[in-house]
């Protein structure tokens, strides 16, 4: 499993005009490929009236990839949009650029262009995350050991997910990847042995996003 991807934030949107042809860039986060193609629906959809909706996306599930000019000449709108991506490292990532012709012809050149910059401030517009690897775990202790938990807890990269405090108390966290090994020693150390953290799954998580 990878330690760490780069997709958007969230879904935004931008326009840029060239020459009157109007450009609306379109960016989503999706996970699947099935995905991608919703949200590229949806805007073909809302924007039924524009001559071109063109599209690109890459995605992590089953390592997906599509582009379409859609009816531009070849080459000069969805790989442009699809290098948007590679340039920046993606994935998980769907972007649409819609254009309404403005009556002035743009060239191959000009349309590169327009495309490319209709994409990239669309992604600028959305913002780009970082996700990491992370470990959720679920442990039970006493409440003499809950303070040396939390206390250690905190020396690591972490999320606090739920805290029950019943008969005993449970924490539900996730921490990252590379720190669980080292955070489970200690833990080990500390409670001579009487704490085992129950690990339940690795997610890919961003901080900045909740």
């Given at each position: 499993m990878a330690d760490m991807y780069i997709s958007v934030k969230a879904e935004a949107s931008a326009e840029y005009?060239?020459?009157?042809?109007?450009?609306?860039?379109?960016?989503?986060?999706?996970?699947?490929?099935e995905e991608a193609l919703e949200f590229i629906s949806s805007i073909r959809k809302k924007h039924s009236d524009a001559r071109h909706n063109v599209?690109?996306?890459?995605?992590r599930h089953e390592n997906s990839m599509g582009y379409s000019d859609d009816g531009e000449p070849q080459g000069t709108a969805g790989m442009p949009v699809l290098d948007v991506i590679r340039k920046k490292g993606l994935t998980d990532v769907a972007i649409v650029v819609t254009r309404y012709f403005g009556?002035?012809?743009?060239?191959?050149?000009?349309?590169?262009?327009?495309?490319?910059?209709?994409?990239?401030?669309?992604?600028?517009?959305a913002g780009e995350a970082r996700y990491d690897n992370y470990c959720e775990f679920i442990l039970t202790c006493d409440y003499s050991d809950y303070g040396k938990v939390t206390f250690e807890l905190e020396k690591y990269t972490k999320k606090i997910i739920d805290t029950d405090f019943g008969e005993n108390v449970k924490i539900?966290?996730?921490?990252?990847?590379?720190?669980?090994?080292?955070?489970?020693?200690k833990i080990t150390e500390l409670s001579c042995g009487r704490i085992v953290p129950e690990k339940l799954c690795e997610k890919f998580f961003c901080p900045d996003i909740e």
């Open positions: 005009t060239d020459r009157k042809s109007v450009f609306i860039g379109y960016v989503k986060p999706v996970a699947t490929k599209f690109a996306y890459v995605t009556g002035i012809l743009l060239g191959t050149g000009g349309l590169v262009r327009a495309y490319t910059q209709a994409a990239a401030e669309a992604v600028r517009s539900r966290f996730i921490i990252l990847g590379g720190e669980s090994e080292s955070f489970l020693k």
